[in-house]
């Protein structure tokens, strides 16, 4: 297992490190009621709650392409103003959603 | 003229509208000062519009960083940071008498590209503070990052981490913070510094400096002096920086001495320049003799500091060592008068309110409305134990009023000697709404510096407040140099594991040990047991990560600075990160009272009344209570803390006696435990979202208890008695290094002298009780409601939240909410 964590931290380093500009897909993790965003670096990674990978959840980033994902299911997102904090998903305005 | 400017200050003090009444009182200087200031705290999570990130300081730093780079690395450090106070613009404020920015702006908030990779992209990301040009300003930005991203302090500690642990650490479920020694809270030595001066302290590096040559390069050195290679090094890094640091407050004078001969026509202000150049001048290079000298020389250690990297915290006892100053020059060679020690004063905070950098997003909103826990010490008792108010403590209670920031806020050290003058002035702050000071219960808290600590009486009388709650001696041996927000754990989190097998219900992964399938327990005992294994590890896996970020913080980023104001690190020869200060480690606990309400809700519920199992418990709160809202609220009305109930309190004791047993089982790096500390700043609003349905009866998503051991909101029914009953059966001493109580008052049965006594009355009865904290909100609902419908007729309405406070117009709904929801306590009922 620790082999697993290890590769799940790579990934998330070399994620993060080298992330860039962020730009939104139409389907995008970010976007998705499975996505959990790491709060402790708020610089959009996270990980998928329904896919696994050797055993520890996929890491992904807000604007992962889930144009292909059959696990996809788009929040319902709640009129609010973008100063709240609220669920889900956690921080609305850092994933660059519109409010409906 | 508005309503407002036509009413008179009786009408105003009347209606309670504190903000107008601060506004017509304060001198025409304090009050273009304080408009003027640009808040630099987050609105919810985002920077108010016109904040803007300095370029400057990173590009600076990056140059000069480059150019050494065949130096060692304290000295590579210690160059760029002199590069930057060398050449970063400065700029002097119309009616400004304390001079020093943190940026070459004054709307400008500081961004540190050499501490974490994360920050770095986050702000890449942002689009409301990069500068105009904003493509240009990309362009730098992109090439900071890419330079720092893989050699920030950050990047070589996660690499070096265990990868299990890091990956859930960086989840932010399970704690806040990360181990990263530039994100800190910095306890400093004054005495130190106002009895030398940088130039007596540069002197006394000399002297090192000058032995270690003899030892090195005058005969052979004995095996145990090689060490003095290294300290060579950081010796010459720490010269390097105090040097450079009198040169940046010159750089002051001399701007101030061109204005006052070149431009100034007001004879008035002209005269202030030349007091500005010559003050600047002599200070930090040399002790300070009046009090507009001492206090320029702490807000330039403030600002220094910061340049080097993020203080989170402001660690402070002004009027302990500003107190005498004003004492000379006010009352006895009245070279200043009353009215001119409290403008200087006045502003000493505004310049403090203005600080600011840009900051993690979990930090922007877990400390929404301000910068950090900038929380100063006040009052207390001297090192032989006598009543250490004086008149600079009073000074800054009444200018605290007068310019009504957020940040600082104050904590006052009450005892049984304290002078009445001093606490009728702390009342009135409290009475006219600034949610500070806090009050502190000194002798508890000296006795609790002593226990879990070690430090000697004396020095014990000396403390602090760390960050928001923490007593830190300010002595050689006491003043700790850095405290990292990591070891900060959702304490909540450990009752979810002990409910799930380990299993984290809200990011479904594997993360506590396996105690057991909790539908099977037949016993409260076994539940208890597997709640006690899942916070040991929590508690071990922070302690560890916080102890490696200790231990590694010399090797990674170095320090020369910070390092230089320390006698302890001067005297060695050692980085600030060096363990060999006495030690003033804790593990502040969010989301703790939780799990004693929880308890006890289960047993009731479960194991004595035998209404529910546990097999249909866990189904409920897998359900987070959907479909079982019957079932919740017989969970809501079990017995629950702050009702001298001791059928949940002694649960709830029993946790705390528990975890403060286990702190002494697990030491850091100077061989101290790891006490408890429980408190929730804003975070009981944005954890909420983390921490899953519980036996207490909440939901995912509904707001955590407040305070440390505060009861849940609406949970205490029966009255500020029966709270202060259930909150004195926890040792303050031995079961905690602190713990924070919130309590909302009602205005209007405190106003006048009978508000008073009755205040004082329950005030004497908390500190008999032996509690070592509490802190009042006393702003009545109405007035918030009206807020939260027209902020801009409530600028400088101030609240408590829980370790801060904040304007209540910078606080997200959801945190103005739960101010809302708080009961108010009738004292005396």
């Not at chain 2, 950081?234 to 001495?257: C, F, P, Q, V």
């Not at chain 2, 289960?602 to 009344?609: N, P, S, T, Y």
């Not at chain 2, 702190?663 to 700043?681: A, H, Y």
Request: overall charge negative.
């Amino acid at each position: 297992m620790s082999e697993d964590w290890a590769k799940m931290r790579d990934q998330w380093l070399k994620g993060s490190i080298d992330k860039g500009h962020r730009e939104m897909p139409e389907k995008a993790c970010g976007k998705c009621e499975n996505f959990r965003q790491h709060s402790a670096s708020a610089a959009g990674d996270g990980h998928c709650t329904v896919i696994f990978e050797a055993g520890v959840n996929k890491v992904v980033f807000d604007n992962t392409d889930a144009a292909s994902c059959d696990k996809y299911k788009e929040i319902d997102r709640i009129r609010t103003d973008t100063s709240e904090f609220m669920w889900d998903p956690t921080f609305r305005p850092q994933r660059q959603i519109g409010e409906k | 003229m508005s309503a407002v400017e036509m009413k008179s200050i009786e009408e105003i003090e009347k209606s309670g509208q504190w903000w107008w009444w601060a506004e017509k009182k304060r001198s025409p200087r304090l009050d273009y000062l304080r408009k003027a200031v640009w808040k630099k705290g987050a609105k919810g999570s985002g920077y108010h519009p016109g904040v803007k990130v300095d370029l400057e300081r990173p590009l600076l730093y990056t140059q000069a960083f480059k150019e050494a780079e065949h130096d060692p690395l304290i000295i590579r450090h210690a160059k760029a940071l002199a590069h930057v106070w060398d050449n970063i613009t400065i700029f002097i404020q119309d009616h400004a008498q304390i001079m020093g920015y943190l940026g070459s702006r004054p709307h400008t908030i500081l961004w540190h590209p050499e501490i974490l990779f994360l920050l770095n992209e986050d702000l890449y990301n942002d689009r409301t503070v990069i500068p105009e040009p904003e493509e240009e300003s990309l362009k730098i930005i992109r090439e900071l990052c890419d330079y720092w991203n893989p050699q920030t302090a950050g990047a070589k500690m996660f690499a070096l981490m265990p990868p299990e642990e890091m990956v859930k650490l960086i989840t932010g479920a399970i704690g806040w913070g990360l181990p990263i020694h530039r994100i800190g809270y910095c306890t400093k030595q004054w005495d130190y510094m106002f009895r030398l001066g940088f130039e007596g302290i540069i002197a006394e590096i000399d002297a090192k400096i000058a032995d270690a040559e003899e030892r090195l390069y005058k005969r052979v050195p004995e095996p145990e002096e090689y060490v003095y290679y290294d300290k060579l090094d950081i010796w010459k890094a720490m010269k390097i920086t105090l040097e450079a640091a009198i040169r940046w407050a010159r750089r002051y004078s001399r701007l101030a001495k061109i204005i006052a001969e070149n431009f100034e026509t007001d004879p008035q202000r002209k005269k202030e320049l030349e007091r500005i150049a010559e003050t600047c001048w002599k200070v930090p290079a040399q002790p300070p003799e009046h009090l507009w000298e001492s206090l320029q020389f702490d807000h330039f250690v403030q600002i220094l500091t910061r340049y080097e990297a993020c203080d989170g915290a402001w660690p402070a006892r002004p009027d302990y060592w500003h107190g005498p100053f004003y004492d000379k020059d006010v009352n006895q060679e009245k070279n200043l008068t009353h009215e001119e020690a409290l403008d200087l004063t006045g502003e000493f905070l505004i310049r403090c309110y203005e600080v600011g950098w840009f900051w993690l997003m979990l930090a922007r909103d877990t400390l929404q409305g301000i910068t950090g826990t900038w929380v100063w010490t006040l009052g207390g008792v001297n090192e032989d134990g006598t009543d250490a108010c004086n008149d600079m403590t009073d000074c800054l209670l009444e200018a605290a009023r007068l310019v009504r920031v957020a940040n600082p806020t104050f904590a006052f050290r009450y005892h049984p000697q304290v002078r009445m003058k001093t606490l009728r002035n702390v009342f009135e702050c409290i009475r006219q709404g600034l949610g500070y000071p806090s009050m502190r219960n000194d002798p508890i808290l000296i006795a609790n510096a002593m226990h879990w600590h070690r430090h000697p009486l004396k020095e014990a009388r000396r403390w602090v407040h760390q960050a928001c709650m923490s007593p830190c001696p300010d002595t050689k041996w006491g003043a700790q140099p850095f405290r990292m927000a990591n070891a900060t754990i959702i304490a909540a989190k450990a009752m979810e594991y002990a409910l799930f097998d380990g299993f984290d219900q809200v990011l479904q992964m594997q993360f506590g040990p396996h105690t057991g399938d909790a539908s099977q327990f037949q016993t409260f005992e076994e539940l208890y047991q597997a709640w006690y294994t899942q916070i040991r590890w929590l508690m071990d896996l922070l302690a560890r990560s916080t102890g490696a970020g200790r231990y590694l913080a010399g090797k990674f980023q170095p320090r020369p600075f910070l390092s230089a104001i320390y006698e302890r690190c001067v005297d060695l020869g050692v980085d600030s990160a060096h363990p060999s200060e006495r030690g003033n480690s804790w593990i502040t606990f969010f989301a703790w009272m939780e799990t004693g309400d929880s308890l006890a809700a289960v047993k009731k519920l479960v194991f004595d009344e035998k209404k529910y199992t546990m097999a249909q418990l866990i189904e409920a709160l897998k359900a987070n209570w959907e479909g079982y809202e019957e079932m919740r609220m017989d969970f809501v009305r079990a017995p629950k803390w702050g009702n001298d109930d001791d059928y949940v309190d002694q649960i709830h004791v029993r946790c705390h006696n528990d975890v403060a047993a286990h702190s002494w089982e697990i030491k850091d790096p100077t061989g101290n435990p790891w006490p408890p500390l429980p408190e929730n700043i804003a975070a009981y609003v944005t954890n909420a979202t983390k921490v899953w349905a519980l036996p207490n009866g909440r939901r995912l998503g509904d707001t955590l208890y407040d305070g440390g051991c505060s009861p849940g909101a609406g949970m205490d029914k029966k009255g500020p008695t029966a709270v202060l009953r259930s909150v004195s059966k926890i040792d303050h001493v031995g079961a905690v290094r602190a713990t924070l109580l919130n309590q909302r008052l009602s205005p209007t049965q405190l106003a006048g002298e009978k508000g008073f006594q009755i205040w004082h009355s329950y005030i004497k009865a908390w500190a008999e009780l032996g509690i070592d904290h509490v802190q009042f909100n006393m702003v009545d609902n109405d007035t918030l409601i009206a807020a939260q419908k027209e902020p801009e007729k409530y600028p400088e309405l101030i609240v408590r939240i829980a370790g801060y406070s904040a304007h209540f117009i910078d606080l997200n709904k959801k945190t103005q909410d739960t101010i809302i929801a708080r009961n108010i306590q009738e004292l005396g009922s």
